[in-house]
């Protein structure tokens, strides 16, 4: 079952805007990374959160996660016309390691 | 570039054929993952080894195989082909093995049957 599910949007953004996305979850997690994949390419690792951390940034990048709400978001800052894929967020859960993805969300950037 | 390498990147066949991926994890990683992502699947956990042994099965099918050697490189061997195995087949890695770590994922091995 897929146990990372983001909110199923296709964005479609000026350059220089903010991007968000959303990911929730059914089950307790051990932890929650969001990966990047351009046009069915690899999937490059953008960020983890873990189950007791609340935000993570890395460079543009914002991540949080509500373990009330089962749920994670990502923001992208001042997009840029290479921010362009589809975003993925995957769930692990304690004791196992194996990743559950959610569906992805395309986004695209517009010069 | 993750450090993870897979070999071939594309595969075109015929249905009924056996094919053989390779991945070669990133340097000191113990723990390898194969997954497959196809358009109405989406990405799917398959199988996962750690050193060696396998630790964890997943939407694998029982045509498909996959083994852990001594220098840690993994194979995951489809068989007896069908249409419907014709996906992005992607190999990750990790230091270890409880769910604390990144995955760190190679660029995909493109299978197509004909």
């Known amino acids: 079952s897929q146990q990372g599910e983001e909110d199923p949007q296709a964005l479609s953004i000026q350059e220089g805007e903010n991007a968000t996305m959303n990911c929730s979850y059914k089950?307790?997690?051990?932890?929650l990374q969001w990966y990047r994949q351009n046009s069915g390419r690899g999937l490059v690792h953008l960020i983890l959160?873990?189950?007791?951390?609340r935000e993570k940034h890395s460079g543009r990048l914002r991540v949080t996660l509500d373990t009330s709400k089962k749920s994670s978001s990502l923001l992208i800052t001042a997009s840029r016309a290479a921010d362009t894929a589809s975003y993925f967020c995957?769930?692990?859960?304690?004791?196992?390691?194996?990743?559950?993805f959610g569906k992805g969300n395309q986004v695209v950037v517009i010069p | 570039d993750s450090g993870v390498t897979q070999t071939p990147k594309h595969l075109i066949t015929a249905t009924g054929q056996r094919v053989t991926l390779r991945c070669s994890p990133r340097?000191?990683?113990?723990?390898v993952y194969w997954y497959q992502q196809s358009l109405d699947q989406g990405l799917q956990f398959l199988i996962q080894?750690?050193?060696?042994?396998?630790?964890a099965k997943g939407n694998i099918l029982e045509r498909f195989s996959a083994q852990q050697f001594p220098d840690l490189h993994s194979e995951l061997n489809l068989s007896s082909l069908e249409l419907g195995d014709s996906a992005l087949y992607f190999c990750?890695?990790?230091?270890?093995?409880?769910?604390?770590?990144?995955?760190?994922f190679g660029p995909g091995t493109r299978l197509l049957v004909l």
């Open positions: 995957a769930k692990s859960s304690y004791g196992n390691n194996r990743l559950a």
């Open positions: 990750a890695s990790s230091a270890g093995t409880m769910g604390r770590e990144t995955q760190y």
């Open positions: 089950t307790s997690i051990n932890n």
């Open positions: 959160i873990r189950s007791n951390e």
């Open positions: 080894y750690y050193n060696g042994e396998e630790r």
């Open positions: 340097s000191g990683d113990l723990s």
